[in-house]
């Protein structure tokens, strides 16, 4: 058990437009989804803590009216990435965190962006 | 921001050698897990390692723990060429719905 999935696991956009991710735990409830992104041959960065019926919170130097976090129920979390640059191209990995389970991440299998 | 370091950024040995890893933090924590990568692909959950623990082993891996270097240690005996990845240590502070926070990464190149 505790798997997530993420849609799509790759995508190339157009700059200016908008891109929406999804992260979905399959077999589990999760109160608690994370979002975190990965450039080349460096580490994962927290971007935001995703709680469910609630407002993101967000790390300091990312924009939370750029990257929108919708996590409408106990097994989804959305991250809308809108008007997307260049430079926002980048691998996006969301993890979950079981409800009233042990402190281990479970993680996605990321999402490649590139924006042209 | 990341919590720490580890150490060194890059190792390459022969297969069979044993590879260790070091990792080292700057806050107190809760506990520390260490996470394996292939490159392009997500995390895969290696083991998990409490504050008030010491040592802990898991099939080839073994990990230490030492709060008062704020510093861990992952072991990876008889490598194999499968087991190329680059290797996160990751922190959690606190008890509850708390992020981890990740080091830089080891990236690991076994050459059978």
């Known amino acids: 058990g505790a798997v997530v999935s993420q849609h799509p696991s790759w995508v190339i956009c157009k700059s200016g437009t908008s891109v929406k991710i999804e992260c979905r735990s399959l077999d589990f409830q999760a109160t608690t989804m994370f979002w975190y992104r990965q450039f080349p041959k460096q580490s994962l960065m927290l971007m935001a803590t995703?709680?469910?019926?609630?407002?993101?919170?967000?790390e300091q130097g990312v924009e939370k009216d750029k990257f929108l976090i919708n996590h409408a129920s106990l097994t989804l979390s959305t991250l809308t990435v809108t008007s997307a640059h260049p430079e926002d191209s980048s691998f996006y990995i969301c993890?979950?965190?079981?409800?009233?389970?042990?402190?281990?991440?479970?993680f996605g299998p990321g999402t490649r962006l590139t924006v042209t | 921001s990341q919590q720490g370091e580890e150490d060194p950024q890059a190792l390459s040995i022969q297969e069979g050698e044993n590879a260790t890893m070091n990792c080292s933090y700057k806050?107190?924590?809760?506990?520390l897990q260490w996470y394996r990568q292939n490159s392009g692909r997500g995390l895969v959950h290696l083991i998990l390692i409490r504050s008030n623990e010491r040592e802990k082993h898991s099939g080839r891996l073994r990990v230490t723990l030492d709060t008062s270097k704020k510093s861990s240690s992952l072991l990876i005996t008889a490598s194999r060429a499968a087991d190329t990845a680059s290797y996160f240590c990751a922190t959690v502070r606190n008890s509850g719905n708390t992020p981890l926070v990740f080091g830089k990464g080891t990236r690991l190149s076994v050459i059978a």
């Open positions: 806050t107190s924590i809760n506990n």
């Open positions: 993890s979950a965190q079981r409800r009233g389970g042990s402190y281990e991440q479970y």
């Open positions: 995703s709680n469910e019926g609630s407002k993101a919170t967000y």
